[in-house]
């Protein structure tokens, strides 16, 4: 603009000399205002009008006037005048003119004229124009005007390429900004003659959206190397919003200590300037780091902490935590958090409430969560497919099958809230139950109601079609699923499997073991002695007593606003490697991440076909081949594995799986550590599981059912009847209601030990609980009747022997 004033001024200087033609001037723009404003530039006369750069300047800037008037007027003065450009300042006008106006559209054939004018705008113009063609979401646009720019050989700053590397994330080609944003880095740098323009880095909100996109395409790799690189830029500092992103990037991959290093950084920085510091987004980042990596008790201590630091949890910190605790078994906190949060006033949307309700079927609380979705009706709240997925799922899962049918047939009758997903539950349970007939039914109703068949369901029928030994059923599942290519793809890959099995790749040596056991699996202390050192944290309390006096002090503020939190930051330390003791996200069987995990899906799926008939050796071959072709295993495939090993008492051989996957897929996830507990348990040591769940507990992991249930089994069956007890009482104390196998478990390992009182007591809290007894049970109570009448008749013996002993 002061280009444009400049211009003005130089220009119409000659006319301001004498007042009469400087009053002239002023009617000449009032009379062409009124004459543009009521019938636009067809009552002109050219001939009459003395053209000139001032004036056409000077009706641009009349507010009263439309910019589609202004717009008519300019293409007038070039029409009706051949001889007559437009300067430079000028179309710099017209275009500010259509831009925040909203007339984008009308720039490109401005940008031609300006081109036949044989002009050039400046480059805080063009910037102009690019952010508006990108706020009106028209990236291609803005792209072909960069374009325009180079071609005409515009002078621009760096600064302009900020709205390039935006339009381009925008457009979802982060490739290409990432490779704009080198191409910026390396004329940062200097030329090779030495010049250097290091102070024309791109700007925090262009390098803010190119780690946002980074982080969504899960480019971590990249996202680093933009990150040191940046780190490295004395003259670089990431604002608040950078911290944040940061911070939730390298919490969402595992790096905890990466993200407290940044939290103890931003803490500095507002000691120092004052103004700069952590806000709410930096609290409910590590928040929901904490909870990801498992620290959800970490995560509890720093929210109580936020309340009274100035900031007040919003919708978000109420919803991470609802989550986090549901994952973690939680259920106490999370009710009490969900009532915190409608209390202040906060909408409860759907996701929150599906949250808590999937929590509650995870803890077997069945009556609860049914209550509480009737709460949900009643609040208001419109469940989604999501909800009555959860809904049948948790029925299922808690044995309550015949009440998950009715809904899901009530729901495919209404013709609502049913999806893929609802079909795939019930295909799931229907072959569970070995009734693949109705499970192929439904598969062809899923394709007859446009709905995708996807890997999950086509993989539960493979496995069921396997354990019933119906491989020619194949060709019917190919009839169902007309649609798409996913089935012949998975046939195919099963053919070139079968032909790679026959024909392994030699890039083994013979005889080498598949997983080398590094010692011994009771080592399993060491071995999570040194992922918990790792993390800058100590596992066992009496090497915490111990370090602590070793540790020289570190100076803590005492007028923090969040000294938990700093606690946790002087204690982290990044690594390289994700090295944290356990994670709240479970592997999967099937990721669905496209086709660029066709692979190790497909080994997944084909893992649990041969490890469920038994065939632990042919597993371990696809384990070997698979591999050895470069295809990267997850946590499932391990675990697996690992499972197998464990069932069969291979110890040594699930001890070198367990360290593979440490020095590879770390960390391990709640199914690993129950494989460690099963494990130990079988080995028939008992003490060292428990010392295993203690040093989890004290990381801030958490115990599931199943961990519950496999630890109540190692302790009875290695006589520690008590503890088992004990057990009991804190796994119904942590909001988790024992299941069916709990309550057999523990009537079980008591009537072996004789404590038949204590196992009639269990039985009856089983019937009180409304927990219905499976076929299990009923062979465990045969055992009991035949112990109590065991017992009957040795009592009635001893009466017997007293009373001839007194005749």
């Known amino acids: 603009m002061r280009n444009g004033r400049t211009g003005l001024s130089s220009v119409s200087s000659p006319l301001l000399k004498s007042p009469s033609i400087h009053l002239g001037n002023i009617l000449l723009i009032a009379s062409l205002t009124k004459t543009l404003s009521e019938s636009g530039t067809r009552n002109l006369d050219p001939n009459s009008i003395p053209i000139s750069e001032p004036l056409v300047i000077q009706i641009l800037r009349k507010h009263s006037l439309e910019p589609s008037k202004k717009l008519d007027f300019f293409n007038w003065c070039r029409s009706v005048k051949p001889n007559f450009k437009h300067s430079a300042v000028t179309y710099s006008h017209i275009f500010r003119t259509l831009c925040r106006s909203g007339f984008v559209e009308e720039v490109p054939n401005l940008l031609f004229a300006m081109k036949e004018d044989g002009v050039l705008v400046d480059s805080d113009t063009f910037k102009f124009l690019l952010d508006a063609f990108i706020r009106s979401g028209k990236f291609d646009s803005a792209l072909e005007i960069l374009d325009f720019m180079e071609e005409l050989g515009a002078g621009l700053n760096l600064r302009v390429y900020d709205s390039v590397l935006v ?347 598949l997983f080398p056991s590094k010692g011994d699996f009771r080592e399993i202390m060491n071995l999570l002695g040194s992922v918990g050192q790792a993390m800058g944290t100590n596992l066992d309390s009496e090497d915490c007593d111990e370090k602590d006096q070793e540790k020289p002090s570190i100076d803590t503020d005492q007028w923090s606003s969040s000294p938990y939190m700093d606690q946790l930051a002087n204690q982290g330390k990044s690594t390289e490697r994700s090295s944290q003791l356990f994670s709240l996200i479970r592997g999967q069987r099937v990721q669905e991440k496209g086709i660029g995990s066709f692979d190790v899906d497909m080994v997944n799926t084909f893992l649990s076909i041969f490890l469920a008939k038994g065939k632990l050796s042919l597993a371990c071959k696809l384990f070997e081949v698979f591999t050895d072709m470069g295809v990267d295993p997850v946590s499932y495939t391990y675990n697996s594995i690992m499972s197998s090993f464990v069932k069969k008492g291979y110890f040594n051989e699930a001890w070198g799986v367990l360290n593979e996957m440490d020095e590879k897929v770390c960390p391990a996830d709640i199914a690993t550590y129950n494989l460690i507990i099963q494990g130990l348990g079988k080995m028939g040591r008992a003490d060292i599981a428990s010392s295993v769940l203690d040093k989890l507990m004290k990381q801030g992991g958490y115990l599931d059912v199943v961990m519950y249930n496999t630890l109540v089994n190692a302790l009875g069956k290695a006589g520690r009847v008590d503890e088992a007890s004990k057990l009991f009482e804190q796994m119904r104390t942590s909001g988790i209601n024992p299941d069916v196998i709990t309550y057999n478990t523990l009537i079980e390992v008591h009537t072996k030990a004789g404590q038949l009182q204590d196992a009639y007591k269990f039985l009856k809290m089983m019937l009180d609980a409304g927990c219905s007894p499976n076929h299990v049970t009923d062979t465990i109570l045969d055992n009991l009747g035949k112990e109590i009448e065991k017992m009957r008749l040795q009592k009635a013996s001893m009466v017997r022997t007293d009373n001839g002993d007194e005749t």
Request: with cysteine; net charge neutral; glycine share 8%.
């Open 167 to 513: 339009a381009l994330i925008r457009k979802d080609q982060v490739g290409l900004a990432l490779s704009l944003f080198f191409k910026l880095l390396e004329a940062c740098n200097g030329n090779d003659d030495g010049n250097s323009v290091d102070s024309s880095l791109p700007g925090s909100i262009a390098i803010n959206e190119l780690l946002v996109a980074l982080r969504k395409a899960h480019m971590r790799r990249e996202f680093k190397q933009v990150f040191d690189i940046l780190r490295e830029k004395r003259e670089f500092e990431f604002d608040t919003c950078g911290y944040n992103i940061c911070i939730h990037s390298f919490g969402c991959w595992g790096d905890l200590g990466a993200s407290l290093k940044l939290f103890k950084e931003m803490k500095e920085k507002e000691k120092s300037f004052g103004s700069f510091g952590p806000d709410l987004c930096t609290y409910n980042s590590l928040i929901d780091v904490l909870c990801l990596v498992g620290k959800v008790k970490d995560a509890l201590v720093v929210w109580e902490e936020l309340k009274v630091s100035g900031h007040e949890p919003d919708a978000f910190t109420y919803r991470i935590l609802i989550q986090g605790c549901s994952k973690s078994y939680r259920m106490d906190d999370a009710t009490k958090i969900f009532s915190e949060m409608q209390y202040n006033g906060f909408a409860m949307d759907t996701v929150v409430y599906n949250s808590l309700l999937n929590g509650l079927f995870k803890a077997r609380k069945v009556m609860e969560a049914c209550q509480f979705f009737e709460k949900m009706v009643q609040d208001g709240v419109r469940a989604s497919c999501w909800t009555y997925n959860i809904l049948i799922d948790g029925l299922f899962r808690n044995g309550r099958a015949e009440a998950a049918y009715t809904l899901f047939c009530d729901l495919k009758k209404k013709g609502q809230f049913v999806d893929g997903i609802t079909y795939s539950i019930v295909v799931l349970q229907l072959c569970r139950e070995g009734q693949l007939e109705g499970a192929l039914r439904l598969v062809e109703e899923m394709e007859a109601r446009g709905f995708i068949v996807d890997l999950v369901t086509i993989t539960s029928l493979l496995i069921g079609f396997h354990k019933q030994g119906r491989w020619d059923w194949t060709e019917r599942l190919m009839k169902h699923i007309r649609d798409g290519n996913l089935v012949p793809n998975v046939l195919k890959w099963k053919a070139n499997m079968e032909a790679s099995m026959k024909n392994p790749p030699k890039n083994r040596k013979d005889y080498t073991p």
